[in-house]
């Protein structure tokens, strides 16, 4: 029943529907997609261009990732269609993303039930399947992931491996591609796209097919809308009077859109993403925002400081919270902290934005395991939010004493104008060193401060007059003890 | 690498690091818990009891699970350390939770590192071992789990099946349990809870050590506050200042203290959950609210009408929001929808359950997977709330002109005086039909649609006066093709 290794004890085992059980932990699809933008981004496969497409391949709706990386070997794609194994290391600046060795198995198998991968890299050409349908159709008890390689017998001629025949004629059998030279084919497509961005030949393709469709049979995505896009249709609160309400202002786009979504799914980006066709052009968030501010944190557990940028969003005063990265790559977007949870209408329309490359992110890379460190974060990103926005309100009044207009109602420029269009995707904009830079200066803090302490003076000086005159507007004052010793101090001045 | 079947296909296979990974999805203890506890409540298992502990075993903390249900053979034991095995199917009324064949992994090994499995049914007892601590020592590249059945021997003697001989030996040397007697000695525990329930010998006993801490060490459970629940310590927003402010209103309960999450986690209790020596209260939440309603909605893709009770909590408003079930289980608490997710203050203090069978639960069961179905069931869910809040704000003010108060500040008494000792968990306290009953008449509802309909009718007598008259109050009436029909329409009456 199980490979005896380790002398006889049984290796855990994996059953075929263990691939949709583990695709669930994607809510939404676009965090399954973001998976499969990890695997090209990351270090260990370095690609300078991810193309994502939608095709029909005969006749059948595919999903289509193609990056001109470091491709894989037959070891590598076993790995990469086994859970678990991830040895993924940051090299320089360029952290990875990936950590847990099972996004390509949870993104794929969330967006549809099959999947292909082709890769080629200096060695030879790979192609491996990962398809529940296939597993269905042999009655497979395991998952079984059938794989070959592609060694060069001549010139510009490839054949199989013979130890790998069972698995080619699984593929050719199971697969959107029939013949051998069906599969050459689209290791052909990786050629092309290497040879675009003037690289050597290597790189991955994966197709993903039998696409996710809700209980009505249509698609989950609308490749209609938007011709250079891949959105998540709006029907979901209508209940059969489609089209008879417009999506709320309060959703953001990277919520529905792909293309809004890869444009802040990297804080500095390192990869161009092509959607459609149509290149992704990268939006620094901290750029679209208006009032902006620079705040700094030290959790006490980490005994160093972390940036955190504060402002106004000029887009929709109606989408709001703090933008969570972890290494680079967005985890929470629009993440409610302190008073903004609360049912006050305090700190609407502000946009945080702080990376914590100290959390862990959770399974499927949307929020941060739910530890001591992470709720303190929150908390005391909380505290700093309120803290930017009495500061705003506070030098607003300052400047203009009349005014009952709100800070969000009225600021549709960024302070800083952004040309959005795509830069260099190896040099970050502005590098980075947290912790170098001070904090803003809070103005409205202090002043409080200051208030506090002449009020805690007047109560000090009403109490020593009090004891001469019994005034009824005199603070009572509780611990005599303390009293004392504060009036002994102060004669002591 | 990998076990040949299928001619020579490789298999897909599971690195040790794997089990961490997946256990990520449970971000909330309580969580990867409930797995567990599912686990002895479907219906393959049935247990009557599951005691749940905290033990020291060899200095040890240890998290202890044991109930008296049908317990596992060897084959059973290989299924539940693997991934994907669940043929779970219901049993009369009882539908099973488990759908996915992971939670006992995704549980334990949230938990803590190391877990072991004590099993007995009529045939024999078996042991296994899941645990981390022990593939890293050995440096294994696979997840093997060594599992060992023992056999009766003659009278109350049982040894070990020969063909086990390396899985006990990996048990004895890296478990808490070092010697054969001691392993057998947990069996007998196994015993003493089925005798207890006057049951047959069988039932299952897991172990978890290695329990995880946080950052500086502590435990991530509090087990002093109350020696008779298991508590998630209140230290979450303090940043070093623990214990200078207390855990906020708006968090319920349940959130914190395992004893009341249990006691909510069925709808209709089967199983008896006896927390370290002191029985769960079940406690049906439709019980403890007042201006309790039944409302009900058909969604258009089911045919078939769902319960939704509406009612105030009297316990603390500031804990409100619907509670969603599924097959029973407990998926979302307090999920807010429709006016509750404005910064209105409507229809705060507002609790509703409704139980969604057709929807699914996602990976670590906490929520549901994001279909157009569950959107268009929580915008629903808004507007029935909505329309529960109008009706008794209406009924309020028939009844007593002249209140400002809001309801929710003053309601502290359920409707029905529930007693929340455990009675039967055999039988459902009520049984239930849904669709059977008729929903609440909505008086408000039609007030509303009545004034409408009079103001229509006031607009159109005017507008007919104006014609002749040219009245200055008369609604001006853009579309006269429109109106005139409307005109010749009333003349025709």
């Known amino acids: 029943m199980a490979e005896p290794i380790s002398g006889s004890i049984p290796l855990s085992a994996l059953n075929p529907q263990y691939l949709h059980a583990n695709s669930t932990s994607h809510t939404w699809p676009f965090s399954a997609i973001a998976e499969l933008i990890d695997n090209a981004y990351d270090p260990d496969v370095n690609a300078k261009q991810l193309w994502i497409d939608w095709k029909r391949i005969n006749d059948v709706d595919c999903l289509t990732f193609m990056d001109n990386g470091a491709g894989m070997d037959n070891e590598k794609m076993h790995q990469m269609l086994s859970f678990g194994f991830s040895n993924k290391q940051g090299v320089g600046g360029h952290a ?39 597993l269905q159709a042999i009655g497979a008890r395991y998952v079984v992931v059938p794989i070959v390689t592609f060694k060069k017998d001549g010139e510009d001629k490839f054949s199989a491996m013979p130890e790998h025949s069972n698995s080619l004629k699984a593929i050719l059998e199971h697969s959107l591609f029939g013949t051998v030279e069906a599969v050459l084919s689209e290791f052909k497509a990786i050629d092309d796209g290497s040879a675009a961005a003037g690289q050597s030949c290597s790189g991955t393709r994966i197709i993903i097919w039998n696409l996710r469709r809700s209980g009505d049979g249509q698609m989950e995505f609308d490749f209609e809308t938007d011709k250079n896009d891949i959105q998540i249709p709006f029907n979901d609160c209508t209940d059969g009077r489609e089209g008879t309400s417009a999506r709320p202002k309060s959703v953001p786009p990277m919520q529905y859109s792909l293309r809004a979504y890869c444009s802040i799914l990297y804080l500095r980006p390192w990869m161009q993403i092509i959607i459609r066709g149509a290149k992704v052009k990268t939006q620094l968030v901290s750029k679209s925002l208006a009032h902006t501010i620079t705040d700094q944190y030290t959790p006490q557990f980490l005994k160093q400081s972390i940036r955190i940028i504060f402002g106004y969003n000029t887009k929709s005063k109606e989408q709001y919270g703090i933008m969570m990265y972890h290494k680079n790559r967005l985890i929470r977007a629009y993440q ?56 705003i309100r506070y ?39 947290p912790g170098q830079e001070q904090p803003y200066e809070k103005t409205f803090k202090k002043q409080e401060k200051k208030k506090k302490e002449q009020q805690k003076r007047n109560r000090q000086m009403i109490s020593e007059d009090t004891e001469q005159s019994q005034s009824p507007f005199a603070t009572p004052v509780k611990e005599s003890g303390t009293r004392q010793s504060t009036r002994a101090g102060l004669r002591r001045t």
């Open 96 to 134: 990875a993303v990936g950590l847990y060795g099972n996004g390509f198995k949870s993104g794929s198998m969330r967006l549809g039930k099959d999947t292909i991968v082709f890769s080629k890299n200096q060695d030879g050409m790979t192609v491996g399947l990962l398809s529940q349908s296939y």
């Open 336 to 391: 409610r902290v302190g008073c903004q949870l609360k049912a006050n209408a305090m700190a609407v329309g502000v946009i945080g934005i702080i990376e914590c490359d100290f959390l862990k992110p959770t399974h499927n890379k949307q929020d941060f395991d739910d530890t001591e460190e992470y709720r303190k974060i929150k908390y005391n990103l909380g505290v700093k939010l309120k803290e930017y926005w009495e500061e």
């Open 395 to 433: 030098k607003r009044k300052a400047e203009n004493p009349n005014s009952t207009t709100e800070v969000k109602d009225i600021e549709k420029t960024p302070d800083q104008q952004w040309d959005s269009e795509y830069r260099s995707c190896r040099v970050p904009e502005e590098p980075e060193e």
